[in-house]
């Protein structure tokens, strides 16, 4: 450690441009934030990155990287810390990998409080400890006030594929069933009502968490476990779509089978959102065979983070490749790509 | 391809909030701009994350994030987009590691014209091909106009470490010689110049550069290479001042011997600017044991991007680990780090 003049004042000071300019304040700022909270061997090197050693028989790898905006940094159930750390986890995740190490490089505006960046790390760090992931490497840029909002976080993750899994659209098959491994709407209601000032009985929080555990225990219980992603921007109607157009098949889900929290129902009535279309940052939707749906599914209820799992429809022939939707009344209708721009800043 | 209803105007469209929203304009976003431009059959796969083979025999992996916030967008000698590619490959490369690939993040802010956007990407993707790295995977944010600035990156690189190669502030020994790839200051002075308006004979231009090649070339010309790092941010007085803290050696470098262009020196005297802390974005400072010194002097300027490589001193004992500088009238002056702001937003 270099001694500084004083330390940082996390309690009335502010980001100044200086701390990004490479020189002994940026230094400062990386020794007594991000090198104290994210602490790990690899990051002590303090080099241009991170060296590891490979985990014995690795053979493939995985790599996914989300920038965060969410507005507000922080909302009922989390804030962009933890949300950045759990994101990246679970795009690894979502492709069948254990998730080792993340990047994390920061955008942060001038005049931003140094106690509020002291509060994102800490979740930061907190998130990655219980997801035992080492955050191992990272950057910091300042930008100009009115150039940014607060701070942004792009995070990386690598992780390391298991032998024979392969997931993806490609094996996506007619007659699959389709699950969601809980709740859905709780991270984008939870942002929007608090955006909007709404209060309920109980307030809703996020669901933001970290799937990859949630995932090891469905790759052990489904060898037929065909597909896995995470439903965040564009909700559960994108997901399906997106596998509707990758894989060449229709979807068809049940409206009774969806899980929704009736006071998430009631919110989005009241902001005029669609919860199949609204963010969530701790679930899955995953597509398995179905001789394996009901062990998949009880695996899923065993675990912490998939207790409100539900199958919620199947993949069926159509040279269309549409997703549809048998709602409560027995009607059809179809579930179409979002257009426009439902919830801005959500993740 | 889903059939969008018309394609992105990419000579009068501009960025609006439905490009970050997850829903079909960012598809076509996806479809039409990145998966088009960095077209490799790994982001084909249009997943959460990019899966890839590890190479044959690969123990240890490098991995590098840097955010751009560059200011201007566009610049002589290059652009934010270049500058995402190389600035992450030297990174990757100055730990010695072979990039493989890299993530690209973009923050992108309501109103920024499209066709800047097409530039940027087309930019990026030449920059990956020239380097022979491929960007594998991505995220697109959007913030609201006024909250951003055009567009932020955030490059990722992964590489892999070859066997016996261990580069370091911890290898740096008394005795060792300090070398440079070349010329300082021209990336600094480039935007500096360009943001004030200021015209010289020639214009100078950005050395923005992928490092790793040579790298390659001086890990085989040179066993005892101790370390390397770009003086980016803060310049070559930075990382001197970095590894002289990390290492707990003194430096002594040689004002004679530093190799900086005419014009830049010119231009840094009209600005006010020391060219020891100016950025640089295609050099390389590097640490090697005395007799290693001239192989690996010759090895450098036999490769295109170390033609003007210089020794400009050498690591000298000192418990207080200071950089001191012989100046080219005789004395000795401190080397200190940069205190406050020199020249914000340079990368």
Redesign the interface.
């Known amino acids: 450690m ?1 001694s500084y003049i004083r330390p940082l004042d996390f309690r009335n000071g502010r980001v ?3 701390h ?8 400062q700022l990386i020794d007594e934030l991000f090198a104290r909270h994210f602490a790990n061997e690899i990051l002590a ?10 985990p014995a028989g ?12 969410v507005s507000p940094l922080f909302f009922p159930g989390g804030d962009i810390g933890a949300l950045s750390v759990h994101g990246t986890i ?3 995740a ?2 069948g ?1 254990r998730p080792l ?1 993340l ?5 942060l505006e001038e005049g931003f409080p140094l106690a509020e960046l002291l509060r994102i790390v800490k979740s930061m760090a907190q998130a990655a400890r219980e997801a035992g992931v080492a955050i ?9 006030a ?4 607060g701070v ?1 976080i ?1 995070t ?3 992780g390391v ?1 298991p032998e024979g899994v392969t997931l ?2 490609g094996r996506i098959a007619v007659g699959d069933r389709i699950l969601v491994s809980g709740m859905l709407g709780d991270h984008g209601v939870a942002i929007m009502s608090h955006r909007e000032n709404l209060t309920f009985e109980t307030t809703i929080q996020s669901d933001t968490a970290a799937l990859h555990g949630l995932v090891a225990t469905m790759l052990a219980a489904a060898p037929e476990l065909h597909a896995l ?2 439903p ?4 559960l109607a ?1 997901v399906l779509n ?1 596998f509707a ?2 894989s060449g098949h229709g979807m068809l889900i049940h409206e009774k089978a969806i899980p929704v929290r009736s006071e998430v129902a009631a919110a989005c009535e009241l902001l005029g959102l669609d919860p199949l ?1 609204v ?1 969530n940052e701790g679930k899955l939707v995953a597509f398995c065979a179905a001789p394996d749906a009901d062990a998949l599914l009880a695996a899923m209820r065993a675990h912490p983070l998939g207790r409100d799992a539900a199958i919620v429809g199947e993949v069926i022939a159509d040279p269309h490749a549409f997703v549809q939707m048998q709602t409560a009344f027995g009607g059809r209708r179809m579930v179409d ?9 959500i993740c």
Chains 1, 2 share one sequence.
Request: charged fraction near 20%.
């Open positions: 270099t100044d441009l200086s990004g300019s490479g020189g002994r304040a940026m230094a090197e303090q080099a241009d990155g991170a060296c590891f050693a490979l690795a053979g493939r790898m995985v790599m996914a990287t989300d920038s965060h905006v679970n795009d690894v979502m492709m990998a190490y990047s994390a490089s920061f955008i191992v490497t990272g950057d910091t840029k300042v930008v100009e009115g150039k940014g909002d942004f792009t990386t993750g690598i594929m993806g659209a992603r995470d965040t921007r564009g909700g994108t997106e157009k990758a279309y963010a790509w979002l257009t426009g721009e439902q919830l801005p800043r």
